[in-house]
């Protein structure tokens, strides 16, 4: 006798949410992949090709995030899986944000296998940053860590630029194989995956998205032509970007979503540039020159002396400085500070808010909360 959907629903063992991968299961909202029994129950009489879990689900219609614990070994063992494969690994990074976004020692996890290095985010930088500098900055940067990429490919994911290029690329390289697709959370991958799947099957939002870190919890598979499969990885947790530490509010405020525009400041020793109450610059000496600022439109940046910056910070930070807002300051990381001294014109970075391009040979000391990632790059934008 054929089952019906009720008892389909207790003896079907593979059930996976479309959206974010995880195996679905009626009996524990607190675990990933929950959904209610009568939730499915629908999904399943509608036909139960595009089944997502509670999570899934709010987050797609209502923007809600929920937290479910994800065991921290199952990110390492998907990258220790990827070298025992014939794949050509797909790596996509943030543009805006390569620091925070590279994936520290994935040359030792791919093995021999072809890596495409995706520069993810590429519509949110300056009009007048020529693409190719980006490109060849982006193969500087990835060499540093260790990292041959077969070739580079700038694109929007949100906007569709650059996707039909980027799967020529692909279909070039594969030669057969599997692609496995891989970066840290925030990077837009899933966003990218969506993207392919307009571009070659029509079918929109597949995939869950979202600002939030952490939203695919297992591999998807998507089914090629040739009998093969692209399989989109959970993003890895980069623990040094700032979008760990932010609100679904305050992630509005860091994460640019259009063309950011530099700002410029003037500044002679003594002076500081607060980024919003996220980030501190203090200019400690050095010749007066210009810093440019690169963040989102919408994020506050204020300058005052260095004298009085401490006295602004206690006063204003949570209100006029701000995110964090007053009532996240309790449980708010503290404050970190770091001085640099670059010898050329250079970039200081913070992982997931954007950079500062300061002059050489100056003594910045720079505030950042505790255990996100600052340093110094080679100027991306301009030389001047």
């Not at 390492?76 to 943030?94: C, E």
């Not at 300058?303 to 930070?317: E, G, Q």
């Not at 007053?326 to 970190?336: I, K, Q």
Request: include cysteine; proline fraction near 6%.
């Amino acid at each position: 006798m054929t089952p019906t959907i009720k008892e389909k629903i207790i003896t079907t063992e593979d059930l996976y949410c479309i959206g974010c991968g995880a195996k679905l299961q009626t009996t524990d909202p607190a675990v990933a992949g929950y959904i209610p029994a009568s939730a499915l129950t629908k999904q399943l009489a509608d036909g139960g090709d595009k089944l997502y879990c509670q999570r899934c689900f709010r987050l797609r219609h209502y923007n809600e995030i929920t937290d479910v614990p994800v065991e921290a070994n199952t990110f390492t063992q998907l990258l220790n899986a990827l070298g025992a494969v014939d794949a050509l690994i797909v790596n996509v990074v943030d543009v805006f944000d390569f620091t925070g976004s590279v994936i520290p020692g994935l040359h030792r996890f791919v093995g021999h296998n072809p890596v495409i290095l995706v520069g993810n985010k590429a519509d949110v930088l300056p009009h007048s940053v020529k693409r190719r500098r980006v490109t060849d900055w982006l193969r500087r940067q990835a060499h540093a860590v260790g990292l041959r990429p077969e070739a580079i490919q700038l694109v929007s994911a949100a906007k569709g630029w650059q996707i039909p290029e980027l799967l020529e690329l692909i279909e070039k390289e594969r030669r057969g194989r599997d692609v496995y697709f891989v970066g840290t959370t925030n990077t837009g991958k899933s966003t990218l995956i969506n993207a392919i799947i307009k571009e070659t099957a029509g079918i929109q939002d597949l995939v869950t998205t979202s600002r939030f870190p952490g939203t695919t919890l297992d591999r998807i598979e998507i089914p090629l032509d040739d009998g093969q499969k692209l399989i989109d990885t959970p993003g890895i947790i980069q623990t040094q970007q700032i979008a760990h530490i932010l609100s679904a509010k305050d992630l509005k405020l860091v994460a640019p979503q259009k063309e950011m525009r530099p700002r410029v400041f003037q500044l002679q020793s003594g002076q500081t540039l607060f980024l919003a109450g996220l980030a501190r610059i203090d200019f400690v000496s050095g010749a007066a020159g210009s810093f440019t600022v690169y963040v989102d439109n919408d994020l506050l940046v204020h300058r005052t002396k260095l004298i009085n910056a401490d006295a602004f910070w206690d006063k204003h930070r949570g209100e006029l400085l701000a995110p964090p807002s007053t009532a996240e300051l309790a449980d708010f990381p503290d404050m970190h500070h770091e001085e640099f001294t670059p010898p050329d014109r250079s970039d200081i970075v913070i992982a997931g808010l954007g950079w500062v391009n300061v002059p050489g040979r100056v003594v910045v000391d720079v505030y950042t909360p505790q255990g996100i990632g600052v340093g110094v790059r080679p100027s991306l934008i301009g030389n001047n």
